[in-house]
């Protein structure tokens, strides 16, 4: 496997050769099925049937869905680990199945398959090597990617002594060797804390600032809103719902107003006009933090001041 950083070694085969190959679609998924078969041939499982979708050069993309949806298989037809049954599955213009595309592509698995006996510097080290990346080269991005994760302290700790967040980090560092420009990731944020989720979160949304297009799996809905751009929801199979998650969670019956220091009078005569108007009020309070901006509040203050109660608790 050689990998190249130069662009123009990092196009496909079909960019440069396609004129009508568009650079600016990464995925694209054409009634893509796949059926599991039994040893004898008969039909088990229908878990993917008929996608149709697209990913975009640049975004962030979520598939979503309950268990069994057929998220991971979804991810093992990009990857080229299956074969579809029907339809097809095209990565940078290439059909999927063709396994040189994977030399662009980073995958960070559910669970994790790295040898424990490593340390992150190793670990990361042997991967490189799997790449051919030159040593002047992978020695750089092995330290550059151990900062980036956060794991500069452990970087010489064997992986049996990482806790699952560690893992999770050294996982996406893992996956980010050879400087994909596709980055596909089953459940991240799965198994971090607090902190170690909004870290995450902050290196995916880099990874788009750095022009990477990544499609993430996973079932925390809420980090998932945080980051994609678009997300596709599964069921059984089938494609329920593809879209912006900003158009798809908007609720275009309902105007939200927001103001600050507004005396209690004026807010007096905000009830009158939504009344004069015919329109029913809903509420008119203060608005909520989340849970994770308190939280991460909290550990931040007890960061700078050691042994203190935080500012905010009132009992
Ligand atoms: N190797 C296999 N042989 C037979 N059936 C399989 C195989 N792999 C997956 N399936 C079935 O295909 C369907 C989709 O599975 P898949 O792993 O793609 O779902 P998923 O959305 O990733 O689920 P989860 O959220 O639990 O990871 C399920 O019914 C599953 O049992």
Not at 107 to 112: G, I, K, T, V
Not at 142 to 153: E, Y
Not at 165 to 171: A, E, Q, V, Y
Request: glycine share 8%.
């Amino acid at each position: 496997m050689a990998t190249d950083t130069s662009e123009s070694k990092k196009t496909s085969k079909l960019e440069q050769t396609n004129p009508d190959y568009d650079p600016n679609i990464v995925i694209e998924a054409q009634n893509l099925t796949k059926i599991y078969r039994d040893f004898w041939g008969r039909q088990k499982v229908r878990a993917l049937n008929a996608l149709d979708l697209e990913v975009k050069k640049g975004e962030i993309f979520g598939l979503l869905g309950p268990n069994g949806s057929g998220k991971s298989t979804t991810i093992k037809l990009l990857l080229g680990l299956l074969f579809p049954t029907s339809g097809r599955a095209m990565v940078f213009g290439e059909n999927a199945t063709e396994v040189t595309k994977n030399e662009r592509i980073g995958y960070l698995p559910e669970e994790s398959y790295l040898y424990k006996f490593l340390t992150a510097e190793e670990t990361l080290d042997f991967y490189g090597r799997l790449f051919d990346i030159p040593s002047e080269v992978r020695k750089e991005r092995v330290q550059s990617l151990i900062k980036q994760v956060g794991l500069t302290n452990a970087k010489r700790r064997q992986l049996r002594e990482y806790s699952k967040g560690m893992t999770r980090r050294i996982g996406l560092a893992q996956a980010l060797i050879n400087d994909p420009d596709l980055v596909l990731l089953d459940e991240p944020t799965s198994g971090l804390d607090p902190l170690g989720t909004r870290e995450m979160k902050d290196m995916i949304l880099k990874l788009r600032d750095e022009g990477k297009t990544v499609v993430m799996c996973s079932h925390l809905l809420g980090d998932v809103q945080d980051v994609c751009d678009r997300i596709a929801i599964l069921y059984q199979g089938d494609l329920k719902e593809l879209g912006r998650v900003d158009s798809l969670l908007q609720v275009s019956d309902e105007t939200s107003i927001r103001a600050k220091n507004l005396p209690e009078s004026a807010q007096e005569e905000i009830r009158e006009v939504i009344k004069r108007h015919g329109g029913d009020l809903i509420g008119v309070e203060n608005p909520k933090s989340t849970l994770e901006e308190l939280f991460l509040q909290i550990v931040r203050e007890s960061e700078q001041r050691p042994g203190q109660r935080a500012s905010g608790s009132d009992s």
